[in-house]
């Protein structure tokens, strides 16, 4: 039996919906695995909607909106692509990168419409079914996808998306300003952080354990590990909650 995607659209109101359907106005072929959401702005598309629907087990996520200067909201595309370049990076983790993908279709563009989609799902065809599909979703894996949607949530991680362009692009108070390359480096330090401490907050909520022990089961040194956990008890999100032999044991708070 072929495999058939399930493919989940983010369609803008404006100009990529109104592409679909002019797409079936015109009678384009394309598959029909996609289903879509209208949405008023591609920008409106918060990373969590992409991580949990591929957490239901979806193959493949598409967004999809105006062209870049086109946008009915001015800057909603920009914000589009400043949140979906720290998707993918998340999902690099987990090497689920390539199962999203984010494209600009004008609603004059039916036939790119189908185009797009099509290319899409051939590719999804190629690198085959969601390892969250099915009856036996991979449950680590699952594990990891929750700590990558937990840690895009987090203050720092929003923070550092909404600011982006201000950062690097204007001067500060003391006439400096912070070089692409540079906050590229604070970016992804900050996603594999918040990823790493994600990861120890969830273990923690199912059992107290040592720092060894997440160490172990993270796949990190437990310098990492300990780092890690004296930011979460800064953050009164951990502590110690008791002492075996010489070995600190920790709990989520």
Request: with cysteine; proline share 4%; hydrophobic share 40%.
């Amino acid at each position: 039996m072929s495999f058939e995607p399930r493919i989940l659209g983010f369609l803008c109101n404006w100009c990529s919906y109104a592409g679909a359907d002019l797409a079936g106005v015109s009678r384009i072929q394309y598959p029909p695995n996609m289903r879509v959401i209208r949405v008023m702005c591609s920008g409106r598309v918060d990373p969590k909607f992409i991580f949990e629907a591929l957490r239901q087990g979806l193959d493949g996520v598409f967004i999809m909106g105006c062209h870049i200067g086109d946008c009915h909201y001015l800057e909603g595309n920009y914000e589009a692509v400043k949140k979906f370049d720290m998707i993918t990076k998340f999902l690099s983790i987990v090497d689920m990168e390539n199962r999203v993908r984010l494209d600009w279709v004008s609603a004059s563009e039916g036939a790119r419409f189908g185009e797009v989609v099509t290319e899409f799902i051939q590719h999804i065809k190629t690198i085959g079914p969601s390892p969250l599909a099915g009856n036996n979703p991979d449950m680590l894996l699952m594990e990891k996808l929750m700590a990558i949607e937990r840690a895009a949530g987090t203050d720092r991680i929003r923070a550092l998306v909404g600011r982006q362009r201000e950062i690097t692009e204007d001067e500060n108070v003391y006439g400096e300003k912070v070089s692409l390359e540079k906050f590229e480096s604070v970016f992804n330090s900050a996603i594999h952080d918040e990823y790493i401490r994600s990861r120890i907050l969830i273990l923690l909520e199912k059992e107290p354990k040592s720092v060894k022990d997440l160490a172990i089961e993270i796949g990190i040194d437990p310098s990492e590990v300990l780092g890690n956990m004296l930011i979460l008890k800064g953050r009164a999100q951990v502590d110690m909650s008791e002492i075996v032999g010489i070995t600190p044991i920790y709990v989520r708070t």
